[in-house]
């Protein structure tokens, strides 16, 4: 691929209108998100205030870890899908929204990583 | 392309603030602070992974009063977009846009959400047993 199109596929990814799937996208991870928080919820309700090993055996197991991680996916990817639109309606200034959004990309591509690292280190190393 | 200084939707402050304008900027509003609210997850979940002083030290301050505030706001914010996503979910399969099913949504949206948040921290609480 030439440098040129490398440019080109950045200022899509950063800049890009693809509607279509973006709302496929937002909706999907929202659909995904309903079940999801509702069995985190009555579940951090349950361990509120527990101690650190109550905890770690309730991510070590797998039906938790696996949902988990599941969770932590569609989350990162609804939130920065979401800030993206927010960013696009508020900022104008052209340099400072596309590296607004590069930043919002990246934090969740980070956040995301680590969530996954934590729960997978105390499900696999208990 | 004019670019000088022409208006640029959505322009808030010529908008008279109706029930339903309030809860759809609502929507945003808890939606960013949830994305903020994650940072304080992924420390919760990264400290339970390394377990010691660092898990010790995240509960102490979830656990005071500034840091269950942020918790209860937190829960409200997260019950909110959730119930108002549901009913952005039904509009987008076409349902309830007429005027009088939109403000009734956003009530019970609205209604959902503060009886969702005091229900889950009476929970809480009774399940740690200081109630």
Redesign the interface.
């Known amino acids: 691929m030439s440098l040129h199109s490398y440019g080109e596929k950045f200022r899509a990814l950063i800049f890009g209108k693809d509607g279509v799937a973006h709302w496929w996208a937002q ?1 999907l991870t ?2 995904f ?2 079940p999801l ?1 509702i069995w985190l ?1 009555a579940n ?3 361990l ?2 527990a101690d ?1 090993k109550i ?2 055996m309730w ?1 070590a197991n797998p039906v938790n870890a696996a949902l988990l991680i599941l969770f932590t996916l569609a ?2 990817h609804h ?1 920065q899908l ?2 993206k639109v ?1 960013i696009e ?1 508020y900022i ?1 200034t052209s340099w400072l929204k596309g590296s607004s959004i590069v930043l919002v990309k990246s934090l969740a591509v980070i ?1 995301g990583l ?2 996954l ?3 997978l ?2 499900a696999i190393l208990g | 392309m004019a670019t000088r200084g022409r208006p640029l939707s959505p322009h808030l402050q010529v908008y008279k603030p109706q029930f339903t304008s309030v809860l759809s900027i609502m929507h945003r509003i808890t939606g960013v602070a949830l994305a903020v609210g994650t940072l304080v997850l992924v420390w919760w979940l990264v400290a339970a992974a390394i377990g010691g002083e660092a898990y010790v030290s995240i509960q102490k301050i979830l656990s005071n009063w500034f840091g269950r505030l942020l918790l209860l706001g937190w829960s409200f914010a997260l019950f909110y977009h959730l119930c108002n996503g549901i009913r952005h979910l039904f509009w987008d399969i076409g349902k309830g846009f007429d005027l009088t099913s939109a403000y009734r949504s956003g009530w019970i949206a609205m209604t959902g959400a503060i009886i969702l948040t005091f229900g889950v921290w009476v929970c809480a609480y009774l399940s740690t047993g200081a109630l």
Do not use: N, P, Q
Request: hydrophobic share 65%; charged share 10%.
């Open positions: 909706r929202a659909i998100l309903v928080l919820v951090i309700v349950y509120f205030g650190i905890v770690r991510i989350l990162f939130a979401g800030l927010v309606d104008h956040l680590l969530t690292g934590s729960i280190k105390i």
